[in-house]
Every structure is written in C-alpha cells, then in structure tokens.
C-alpha cells in the first residue's frame, strides 16, 4: 500500500504542481492589472486636472 501511495502521489504531483503554478500565475496577473490600471487611472486624473486648472 506504501509503494501504491507514493507511486500515486509521483504520478499526481507534476499536475497539481503545474496547477498551482497557474493559479498563482493567475493571481499575479490579476495584481499587476489591477495595479496597472490604478496606475493610468490616477495618471489620466491627474493630467485632466492639470488641463482644467491650467
């Protein structure tokens, strides 16, 4: 039973190492999105402001 559970547990690891690696990937395109767009949002704020007060 050892055998069979380590032989399942190398047969399965490369998939869920592989999920992992995307769900984190994922993630961290959804931060840098985010942190991008609040980037161009205050960048397009501040420069409408500047040609309004101007």
């Not at 055998?3 to 993630?27: G, H």
């Not at 985010?34 to 007060?53: E, N």
């Amino acid at each position: 039973t050892y055998v069979a559970v380590t032989k399942r547990r190398a047969a399965l690891t490369p998939e869920q190492q592989t999920d992992e690696l995307i769900a984190a990937d994922s993630k961290l395109n959804y931060r840098f999105g985010r942190l991008s767009g609040a980037i161009l949002l205050a960048m397009f704020i501040g420069y409408s402001w500047l040609l309004f007060t101007s």
